[in-house]
């Protein structure tokens, strides 16, 4: 039998065969995640700059660093989440080929039995779609939490992106600014 980390190492190497002849030269490192592989909160989103290492350490002005500013604001630490991303490289899912997708959503589905977390957070669609294997409208999948494999959770929310340009335009009382905060705020109760 596979101990967990043997488990870990064949993520990262499945992750590293994906996508390997259209990624670019800075896109070809493996990033499977950070944060605390224990928790019980997963932030599952489609935006490389959510982390840069296994530490969740982040550019100064990124989405990662808006969103661990706010998740601190929300009385989430990072010891309480573990975050990654649907390309597990310095990539979007619309980098790769769509023959692709269905390889990253096995791995993502390996690395959910490996964390086994209580809830996933989903920062917007592309996240909440491969999921949930369905159209969604983001703004009805808000309003519900889903009951997935295993008994975990899924919430749904906007990517940090979009909510970070919507508070450039219109202010800390954006309402997708506010409405992302409340999403957040609902963390608490799997911490």
Not at 21 to 34: F, W, Y
Not at 56 to 69: A, N
């Amino acid at each position: 039998m596979l101990e967990k980390n043997d488990l870990w190492e064949d993520l990262k190497y499945g992750a590293s065969t994906i996508g390997n002849t259209i990624l670019k030269p800075h896109q070809l490192e493996v990033l499977i995640g950070g944060g605390n592989p224990d928790a019980d909160i997963l932030i599952l989103g489609d935006d490389p700059e959510l982390y840069l290492n296994e530490n969740l350490k982040t550019q100064k002005g990124s989405s990662g660093e808006f969103l661990y500013l706010l998740l601190e604001f929300c009385g989430i630490q990072k010891e309480d989440i573990y975050v990654s991303t649907l390309a597990k490289r310095n990539a979007r899912l619309k980098d790769f080929m769509p023959e692709d997708y269905e390889k990253l959503k096995e791995l993502l589905i390996c690395q959910i039995g490996l964390l086994a977390p209580k809830v996933i957070v989903c920062l917007g669609y592309e996240a909440a779609q491969m999921l949930l294997e369905k159209e969604i409208i983001l703004e009805q999948a808000r309003q519900e939490i889903f009951s997935w494999k295993a008994g975990i959770q899924i919430l749904v929310t906007y990517d940090v992106n979009t909510v970070k340009k919507a508070r450039a335009e219109l202010g800390k009382k954006a309402k997708l600014a506010l409405e992302f905060r409340n999403d957040l705020k609902k963390l608490e109760y799997f911490k």
